[in-house]
T-cell receptor, first 117, second 111 residues
Framework: GAGVSQTPSNKVTEKGKYVELRCDPI?????LYWYRQSLGQGPEFLIY????????DSGLPNDRFFAVRPEGSVSTLKIQRTERGDSAVYLC???????????????FGPGTRLLVL | GNSVTQMEGPVTLSEEAFLTINCTYT??????LFWYVQYPGEGLQLLLK?????DKGSNKGFEATYRKETTSFHLEKGSVQVSDSAVYFC??????????FGTGTRLKVLA
């Protein structure tokens, strides 16, 4: 079946603008995660959805970042008043929650590369 | 807090050489440990995992053993190929669904 897909693959915007990044998880996966990967670094956790609700948003850096998953499938990460420091690759992952946290495998999408000028 | 430390790259090897990429961790409780690989232009892919002490994860000729006494999960392969050139990430979860990743180690294999 299809993997996790993310759109757009690249996004260039100007400082101060608003952007939306979309994630389509693997069909049937209950859990969805957003991570941010800066150049030369490993991915850093942003937010985790279980179904429609954000179960853990402790990684969101500030209130300019917001994410939704209204129907428990597709998710959108929204960034307001973008800053140059927001430039990074934004990764989405999904998992089935078939096992507990100690067994879970997350499946990652190809990412959206965001560049804020 | 929980953390993962990986050896810095890049690691450059000749084809058929032996590979070790070191990974050590700090975690509360009993973490699960993962190795992910990112090939050029592609997303992160799970390479192998281990969910309890002394477990050995293996896939595509790669192996890693969960060593609780040394808090390590080193990645090894006996004979690397050019196609193994990629960035390798060590990661853990510990009681939550949140992955903690290392900074990644770039491997370059020369023909």
């Amino acid at each position: 079946g299809a993997g996790v897909s993310q759109t757009p693959s690249n996004k260039v915007t100007e400082k101060g603008k608003y952007v939306e990044l979309r994630c389509d998880p693997i069909s049937g996966h209950t859990a969805l995660y957003w991570y941010r990967q800066s150049l030369g670094q490993g991915p850093e956790f942003l937010i985790y959805f279980q179904g429609t609700g954000a179960a853990d948003d402790s990684g969101l850096p500030n209130d300019r970042f917001f994410a939704v998953r209204p129907e428990g499938s597709v998710s959108t990460l929204k960034i307001q008043r973008t800053e140059r420091g927001d430039s990074a690759v934004y990764l989405c992952a999904s998992s089935s929650l078939a096992g507990g946290p100690w067994q879970e495998t997350q499946y990652f999408g190809p990412g959206t590369r965001l560049l804020v000028l | 807090g929980n953390s993962v430390t990986q050896m810095e790259g890049p690691v450059t090897l000749s084809e058929e050489a032996f590979l070790t990429i070191n990974c050590t961790y700090t975690a509360t409780g009993y973490p699960s440990l993962f190795w992910y690989v990112q090939y050029p232009g592609e997303g992160l892919q799970l390479l192998l995992k281990a969910t309890k002490a002394d477990d050995k994860g293996s896939n595509k000729g790669f192996e890693a053993t969960y060593r609780k006494e040394t808090t390590s999960f080193h990645l090894e392969k006996g004979s690397v190929q050019v196609s193994d050139s990629a960035v390798y990430f060590c990661a853990l979860t510990s009681g939550t669904y949140k992955y903690i990743f290392g900074t990644g180690t770039r491997l370059k294999v020369l023909a």
